[in-house]
């Protein structure tokens, strides 16, 4: 089943259970997709495309709750945390930090890094390795942290 099709099915669940935070998370998702296949670009959705969308939402919603705890409107925070939480359902199963970090010593090891001017190596093969298992920001973390140590 592709996501399209399992957010057809959790929207009308969603509206049957009258549940306003998975509505609102699923309608997102729903925009998103929609916006993504009538770009102009004639390009298939693939699995791979669909998790970097769906990445690219819980990343937007995380910088907004950042935004909205700095100036005290929990409010705000709480819907955006409500909408992180039900994007989340439909990534893949995100790495442990004990498991990231495993990963990312294997890739350092693999690519030879030895200090920080290998970073955007490691990056950019961590990156394509790790895509949909680990956001970019705590890849980018876990690899300064090893090569600085």
Request: glycine content about 6%; aromatic content about 2%.
């Given at each position: ?71 005290g ?12 939480d ?42 394509k ?21």
């Amino acid at each position: 089943m592709t996501l399209e099709d399992r957010i057809k099915k959790d929207l009308i669940t969603a509206m049957k259970a009258k549940d306003k935070a998975a509505l609102r998370g699923i309608r997102a998702i729903k925009a998103a997709i929609l916006l993504a296949k009538t770009d102009g670009s004639g390009e298939e959705m693939t699995e791979e495309k669909e998790i970097k969308l769906l990445q690219k939402l819980v990343k937007q919603r995380r910088d907004s709750i950042e935004i909205y705890e700095k100036e005290g409107r929990d409010d705000l925070a709480l819907t955006e945390k409500e909408e992180v939480d039900i994007i989340e359902k439909y990534l893949p199963e995100q790495l442990s930090p004990e498991a990231l970090e495993a990963e990312i010593k294997k890739i350092i090891e693999a690519v030879g890094a030895t200090s920080m001017k290998d970073m955007g190596k490691v990056m950019g093969a961590a990156t394509k390795q790790l895509s949909g298992k680990a956001d970019g920001k705590s890849i980018s973390i876990k690899v300064k942290e090893l090569l600085n140590s």
